[in-house]
């Protein structure tokens, strides 16, 4: 069954409109030095985030789809700035927080949050949930130690636990359980934006739903913005606004989720979704259309980075990278031949 959160009128009239961006991430350029020489000097870098550009809109939920190793995770705590970006721009509610530090950083911290993949790895075992709960207030600096008792209590409720819960410990839950209360830590500091990395992968099937019903209504009652991060095209095709496809650091096609999910452009798009199982054992498969591995992010390929896997690949896109061009409405993609 799903659990339905009643909106109060107070709720109503605090949502954000919708529509107006909310944050736009331009050129946003992310390595990580690997390995030393004798002098200190990195050996070589990781191009993990590589010139992505992204707007995402107040109410908007964003899927971000690739492989594992892609930049996916890096690329969203680069967007709420747990992760510093080497160049390129950040620009939230209007401001722009590229450089933003100290007191301001802190301040803005409560307006964007994220929820992990892994959710026993996420809580402190020695602390209770409630107490997790309402760490951040106390980071924060938020009310007295009662009434942070109260609010923690009140977000377990809101996420269908239970305000008795708060003086139990995380070994004590599920991981459908535990995923609710990192949910309940995301929104105590009522975040406009939420990164969700990877949310319900590490759950059973069977309790995927649930979460994901949550994650639909805390949206809902609360106008909460989303960057969902995911290699599962089923969760993203039920929960996406738009879906952006990355491919090892750049972004390759982006588009309103229905219709790129339902007719891809970029190669590696239909590489992704002939991957998928189908609901049906009796429905025909795609063919598989790459073969071979993820190339190395510290050496990438000239040209089209996914040349080497392309099965369409032709004499230009060895040498020419294509640019992230539109090639329908509300469709962007980076190929030579969409």
């Known amino acids: 069954m799903k659990y339905q959160i009643p909106m109060t009128e ?13 944050l736009e991430a331009t050129d946003i ?9 004798l002098f200190g000097k990195p050996r070589e870098w990781l191009h993990a985030v590589d010139g992505v550009s992204l707007s995402i809109k107040r109410g908007e939920t964003v899927g971000l789809v690739g492989e594992s190793g892609c930049g996916k995770s890096t690329f969203g705590r680069v967007m709420i700035r747990t992760l510093e970006p080497e160049s390129g721009s950040l620009i939230f509610g209007g401001e722009d927080i590229t450089h933003a530090a100290g007191e301001r950083m802190r301040a803005l911290r409560s307006r964007f949050q994220m929820v992990f993949q892994d959710p026993m790895g996420s809580l402190d075992p020695r602390m209770t949930v409630g107490e997790s709960i309402a760490e951040p207030l106390v980071i924060a600096d938020v009310g007295r130690s009662r009434e ?21 410990y995380p070994h004590q839950f599920s991981g459908g359980q535990r995923q609710r ?3 309940a830590r995301a929104l105590v500091m009522r975040p406009e934006f939420i990164v969700a990395d990877e949310p319900v992968s590490a759950l059973d099937v069977s309790v995927r739903a649930q979460v994901i019903n949550l994650f639909e209504d805390v ?9 969902f991060i995911s290699h599962d095209l089923s969760v993203v095709r039920h929960v996406a606004d738009k879906v952006v496809v ?29 991957a998928v199982p189908p609901a049906r054992p009796q429905t025909v498969r795609r063919a598989a259309l ?20 392309c099965p369409i690949a032709v004499e230009r896109c060895r040498h020419e990278e294509p640019r992230l061009r539109p090639i329908d409405k ?3 993609a980076a190929c030579h031949l969409a």
């Open 148 to 168: 942070r008792r109260e609010k923690a209590r009140e977000m377990l409720d809101l996420v269908g636990l239970g305000g008795d819960y708060a003086d139990r």
């Open 330 to 332: 509300d469709r962007h």
């Open 29 to 37: 350029i992310k390595r990580f030095p690997v390995g030393r020489t």
């Open 246 to 274: 990355m491919y090892l650091g750049k972004i390759v096609e982006s588009g309103a989720a229905r219709p790129l999910l339902d007719d891809p452009r970029h190669p590696y798009s239909e590489a992704l979704l002939a």
């Open 10 to 22: 107070a709720d109503a009239k605090a949502l954000p409109a919708e529509g107006s961006v909310l």
């Open 181 to 183: 209360i990192c949910i």
């Open 219 to 227: 949206q809902e009652r609360f106008g909460l913005t989303y960057l």
């Open 290 to 309: 790459i073969k071979g591995d993820l190339p190395s992010p510290m050496n990438p390929p000239a040209g089209c980075r996914f040349h080497p896997r």
